[in-house]
């Protein structure tokens, strides 16, 4: 039993899976070509991205949609975030894996034969798309180290000046890009919450990824305090494990607070009812723009240019508060691959060189810049 659990939860098992595949196809690969249009029946989109960029990943989907209107689209993606897809946005067929499981890679293994695979982030996968048995695979170019991008047929160069990464993934497809999104091509479904829902009312989160997105709890009491004089009820939010956050948090006995108890699923029907939300650049923001709530993002290491609406997303309300240029914000690095154009800030939170102790641009983000952004909102 207790080998049975750790096959089952093993990156290494996984790893000799996707090879044993690699071998067992590499004669189909010798005389491979791209397949024509009418040819491609079946296309994979391949990833293992964090929430936030997951659902940026939608505007691939959509061109991937537009391009070949007949083809059965899969995306291999999280488990955790794979439920959100259940609805099958632009058609879609969403399947969660892991690479430390290998019950859900071995589910990939029996899909029929993949004809055009897509990476749009990590160029490692392109090694899994050959084992599947991708007749063609492509991602962008530059991707480190340089043995990632192998097993890619296709290196397309990441656009060359500045865009939203959700407009850059749809690089990978030639041809007009889709309609913007629009909130008929993904439903929100009603969800059973544990409480009941005030009305109005607005979500502050709190959570992110990194301590260094994380904005000051007086700031939080003071928006809060703002909203309840317009009526609105106040619902915290966090993820698991950030319980800690709300500890500065002068909440009311009117408020309603969800630390880490909801699904994704729960919560984005959660935000989908909400006038507006307040969210650091993480995941969740983005969950707000997937259920086109109005959405104010706090930008702090992040650029707003990477993160932003772009052409893809125009029609979602979405209005990011940050102080556009900044010092520190100096770094050019997206997914491993080096761009030129970019401005952002990766470093961990600590006192090691090269770490960053204080977020001084978050601090740089004021109540008053907030509720102007929220003014430019509607509200």
């Known amino acids: 039993m207790r080998l049975e659990v750790a096959v089952k939860n093993s990156r290494a098992f996984g790893r000799l899976l996707v090879f044993a595949f690699y071998l067992l196809r590499l004669p189909l690969f010798l005389f491979r070509r791209r397949p024509d249009d009418a040819s491609v029946h079946r296309i994979l989109i391949l990833h293992h991205l964090l929430l936030g960029d997951s659902l940026m990943v939608v505007s691939l989907l959509a061109k991937a949609r537009a391009r070949y209107p007949d083809a059965e689209i899969y995306l291999a993606m999280p488990k955790l975030v794979a439920s959100l897809f259940d609805e099958r946005p632009y058609g879609v067929i969403p399947i969660g894996f892991s690479p430390k499981d290998v019950g859900s890679i071995w589910r990939l293994f029996r899909l029929p034969r993949i004809d055009l695979a897509y990476l749009p982030a990590d160029n490692r996968y392109g090694w899994m798309a050959r084992a599947l048995g991708a007749r063609w695979v492509i991602g962008f ?12 047929d296709e290196l397309r160069p990441y656009p060359q000046s500045p865009m939203t990464w959700s407009d850059a993934v749809m690089e990978l497809i030639d041809g007009a890009g889709p309609a913007p999104f629009s909130l008929g091509q993904w ?18 989160h709190l959570g992110a990824s990194s301590a260094l997105r994380h904005w000051a709890p007086e700031n939080w009491n ?41 699904s994704l699923r729960q919560l984005r029907f959660l935000i989908a009812g909400a006038d507006y939300l307040v969210s650091p650049d993480t995941g969740v923001a ?4 997937v259920a086109c709530t109005p959405t104010l993002v706090l930008f702090g290491p992040g650029p707003a240019t990477l993160f932003g609406n772009g052409a893809f997303w125009q029609h979602c309300p979405f209005e990011p508060v940050t102080e556009p240029v900044f010092p520190c914000r100096n770094q050019q690095i997206l997914f491993f691959r080096e761009v030129q154009w970019l401005r ?10 090269g770490q960053c102790a204080r977020a001084q641009c978050m601090e740089a983000i004021s109540v008053a810049m907030v509720e102007a952004g929220l003014k430019r909102l509607g509200y």
């Open 141 to 152: 170019a530059g991707d480190r180290p340089a043995h990632k991008n192998w097993a890619v």
């Open 344 to 353: 952002r800030c990766e470093r961990f939170h600590g006192d090691a060189p």
């Open 286 to 289: 983005h969950l707000g723009r």
């Open 222 to 262: 003071a928006l809060a305090a703002a909203i309840r004089a317009e009526g609105r009820a106040v619902v915290w939010s966090c993820g698991p494990g950030e319980q800690g956050l709300l500890e500065g948090i002068e909440s009311l006995a009117e408020d309603v607070v969800v630390a880490g108890s909801l």
């Open 187 to 204: 439903r929100v479904a009603a969800e059973a919450l544990p409480f009941n829902m005030p009305s109005p009312y607005a979500v502050l």
